[in-house]
T-cell receptor, first 117, second 113 residues
Framework: NAGVTQTPKFQVLKTGQSMTLQCAQD?????MSWYRQDPGMGLRLIHY???????DQGEVPNGYNVSRSTTEDFPLRLLSAAPSQTSVYFC????????????????FGPGTRLTVL | GQQLNQSPQSMFIQEGEDVSMNCTSS?????WLWYKQDPGEGPVLLIA?????ELTSNGRLTAQFGITRKDSFLNISASIPSDVGIYFC?????????????FGKGTKLTVNP
């Protein structure tokens, strides 16, 4: 298994540009999520999904969109990039427990380092 | 905002020393997880705790789920240079019928040979 893969590894954008960060997992995990990591802030949840066709907002969703058309893929879209979105973005996945409640360990991808000028 | 208070923020120790870090919260958590992040990599799970009072070991690492379900600690015994990295606590918090994984801000560990 490749686990959780993310592309690109690095990206530089200009303010106002849009782009999509890709995330894929081959472990048949129901639960997928996106985090951003900023110095001294730990990881903050942006959006998550408990299964195909279902998404929900996390702690810092503004400026980001997600969709989950398949179990394997969970892309994160920046509609109009801003310097405040400069960060390292991590995608994660896990099995979902009973009744959609997530109790299992999340596996993280290697991250995408995004700079917005 | 951030719901887990992790301390200390950083530690500088000598090889061979023991390390202790902890997380506290005003909220009750159902699961506590401890992750380690190496530079340029994503976090990797070290230990998962599922029951209040649970004490779990993984090699030189020991973690406990607090009885009140509002805290957890991680101990590393006899530290070695490869223990260097950022350690995060994380917990599953039930909100609005779903569970979300929230992270502490991390403890940066430096081990001097």
């Amino acid at each position: 298994n490749a686990g959780v893969t993310q592309t690109p590894k690095f990206q530089v954008l200009k303010t106002g540009q849009s782009m999509t960060l890709q995330c894929a997992q081959d472990m048949n995990h129901e639960y997928m999520s996106w985090y951003r990591q900023d110095p001294g802030m730990g990881l903050r949840l942006i959006h998550y999904s408990v299964g195909a066709g279902i998404t929900d907002q996390g702690e810092v969703p503004n400026g980001y969109n997600v969709s989950r058309s398949t179990t394997e893929d969970f892309p994160l879209r920046l509609l109009s990039a801003a310097p405040s979105q400069t960060s390292v973005y991590f995608c994660a996945s896990s099995y979902a427990g009973n009744m959609g409640l997530v109790r299992n360990e999340q596996f993280f991808g290697p991250g995408t380092r995004l700079t917005v000028l | 905002g951030q719901q887990l208070n992790q301390s200390p923020q950083s530690m500088f120790i000598q090889e061979g020393e023991d390390v202790s870090m902890n997380c506290t919260s005003s909220s009750i958590f159902n699961t506590w997880l401890w992750y380690k992040q190496d530079p340029g990599e994503g976090p990797v799970l070290l230990i998962a705790l599922y029951k209040a009072g649970e004490l779990t070991s993984n090699g030189r690492l020991t973690a406990q789920f607090g009885i009140t379900r509002k805290d957890s600690f991680l101990n590393i015994s006899a530290s070695i240079p490869s223990d260097v990295g950022i350690y995060f606590c994380a917990g599953y918090l039930t909100q609005g019928g779903s569970e979300k994984l929230v992270f502490g801000k991390g403890t940066k560990l430096t081990v001097n040979p």
